[in-house]
């Protein structure tokens, strides 16, 4: 026997349609909320370091981190006297990565990951190499830029 | 589709009595059963109970989300707030939707509690639900007083050095009473903070065990029924049960008001008339007040008596006349329960009935002239 649609029916669904469209209309404001905007740094390509070689060479580890954008990065001054700007921000778990002079490589210290100064990952957990940035001395200014190096 | 609500309900009844059987849950809902809702002419106002409590569920609901992004600070409040109606998506929505709800909880609450006043609701054994709901609606004004500032624009800052200014009019305890509110001398950064603090932690704690208790009375007592039925035979008496039927009725009105705060919140996310919260320009404590200071419409009755005193009265400040007698006439009026002896006596009392015109009018009377003048 073909089942029959009474008006109850027709009820229940125009009822239980409208909830669920009541929830989909109260939850999917609320999502969207909850995911933050883009932040208006992310565009950044170019950071003009707030510190000068000298400051580097005078640095006990030789680095210095500074904020680029969003990203955090790290410039090490090189035993050739080469400055090299990396990101600071380890591929494994984003810890901050920092300069073994005696060792000659960047090191993470939360897992011991351990990173070449051309970025590459010699030893430990880390899946990728750190980018590298292009820096440019301008007079006593130091220009680090994304891009290639 | 009656097998599937057979089935689905058939899945239901086995929760139920899976959690039945561990915590004997039966017992809890047969006693929810008892309560049932007189049936009369008033019978609107009692909704307006129920449409508080939602839409203060409204106001934890997008206060929480509020806080996600919000800042408290001199250097971060405006902008945190600026941030959230034009960056955040659907940000702007949050922050009408908490604007509005607030208002209409207040308004709500004012009308539940002049309804439980003139149908002598109040009356023994209620004066403890009675208590509860004044002190709920002082708590209510807190948590209203307390937002105000905390977008930390022109306005709010100048409302809040008004209205903490007030309790500094308070004898002897007035200037302490200033610097705690303000957390220094000044409103301030500080203030932010306190505000903060109050707004999203005390309030909120204080108000959710008052309101348990609040909850509580009305399921333990069940509801008032009007002084007319003392001589009604009991046959002639009807109800409702609360239980599903009227929760139902509940529910439905709910929806309607949420519906009304989506569209009040969607086409007046700043609000419209006296009724509004424009961002507006970030608070400058150096700059001069903007030429018209209000407070929230719901002290401006307040405010605008206050501004009609003369500086003194008999040799006394203006101001603490006025504060004096607020605190003596909303002292009477939260314990008009004990007070009013004809109610406990289930009889009509024409004085507390005229007395609560009185307010009302004084209210509506004083706040439309804080308007005009």
């Known amino acids: 026997m073909p089942e029959e649609r009474t008006r109850r029916d027709f009820l229940g669904i125009i009822l239980g349609g409208g909830l669920i469209a009541t929830l989909g209309a109260t939850i999917y404001p609320i999502f969207k909320y909850l995911i933050p905007p883009p932040s208006g740094e992310a565009n950044v390509s170019q950071v003009k370091l707030p510190f000068k070689k000298a400051d580097i060479a005078a640095d006990p580890k030789k680095a210095k981190t500074f904020r680029f954008g969003r990203d955090l990065g790290i410039i090490v001054l090189l ?7 990396l990101s600071a921000r380890c591929t494994h778990l984003d810890c901050t990565v920092q300069n073994k002079p ?12 351990k990173y070449s100064y051309d970025g590459r990952n010699i030893s430990g957990p880390p899946p990728k190499p750190l980018q590298v940035f292009a820096v440019n001395i301008v007079g006593e200014d130091i220009f680090v830029s994304k891009g290639k190096a | 589709m009656a097998e599937s609500t057979s089935r689905s309900s058939g899945a239901i009844k086995r929760a139920y009595r899976w959690v ?3 915590f004997q849950i039966q017992a809890l809902v047969d006693y929810m059963s008892h309560k049932v809702v007189p049936v009369q002419k008033f019978s609107i106002w009692y909704y307006f109970g129920g449409i508080t409590l939602f839409l203060f569920i409204v106001q934890v609901v997008t206060g929480i989300l509020l806080l996600m992004y919000y800042r408290p600070g001199a250097d971060s409040a405006y902008e945190s707030v600026r941030f959230i109606v034009a960056e955040v998506s659907f940000g702007w929505l949050i922050r009408a939707l908490h604007s509005w709800s607030a208002n209409l909880m207040i308004f709500a609450a004012f009308i539940h509690m002049f309804s439980v006043y003139f149908e002598n609701a109040y009356r023994k054994p209620r004066e403890l639900t009675w ?74 704690a204080l108000f959710t065990v008052v309101l348990s208790a609040h909850l509580i009375f009305i399921q333990r007592q069940g509801m008032s029924e009007p002084l007319e039925w003392k001589e009604k035979p009991s046959g002639e008496k009807k109800y409702m049960k ?22 009040l919140a969607v086409f007046f996310p700043d609000g419209i008339g006296v009724v509004h919260w424009p961002l507006g320009v970030k608070a400058d404590p150096f700059s001069p007040p903007p030429p018209v200071i209000r407070p929230e419409w ?28 607020f605190t ?3 002292l009477i009026w939260a314990f008009v329960p004990f007070i009013n002896r004809k109610s406990r006596i289930d009889e009509p009392s024409k004085l507390f009935m005229y007395f609560g015109m009185f307010v009302i009018l004084f209210i509506i009377v004083m706040t439309i002239l804080g308007y005009l003048l």
Request: aromatic share 14%.
């Open chain 2, 20 to 22: 039945d059987r561990r």
């Open chain 2, 131 to 204: 208590l509860s709901g004044i002190a709920l609606l002082a708590l209510a004004l807190t948590f209203g007083f307390s937002g105000y500032l905390l977008p930390w624009n022109e306005l709010s800052f100048f409302a809040t050095r008004v209205g903490t200014g007030m309790a500094g009019a308070v004898p002897f305890l007035g200037k302490y009473l200033l610097v705690i509110m303000r957390g220094g001398e000044e409103v301030t950064g500080a203030t932010i903070e306190r505000f903060f603090g109050l707004h999203v932690a005390i309030l909120p």
């Open chain 2, 328 to 330: 003596i006439g909303g």
């Open chain 1, 79 to 85: 035993p050739s006297g080469e400055l090299r700007a």
């Open chain 2, 242 to 263: 609360f239980f599903p039927h009227f929760l139902m009725r509940d529910l439905l009105v709910w929806l309607i008001v949420l519906n009304i705060l989506a569209v």
């Open chain 1, 102 to 113: 005696d060792e000659g490589l960047l090191w993470c210290a939360c897992h011991n990951g």
């Open chain 2, 298 to 325: 719901y002290f401006m009755f307040a405010f605008q008596a206050l501004k009609f005193l003369p500086a003194h009265i008999f040799s006394i400040e203006g101001e603490l006349v006025g504060i004096s007698v």
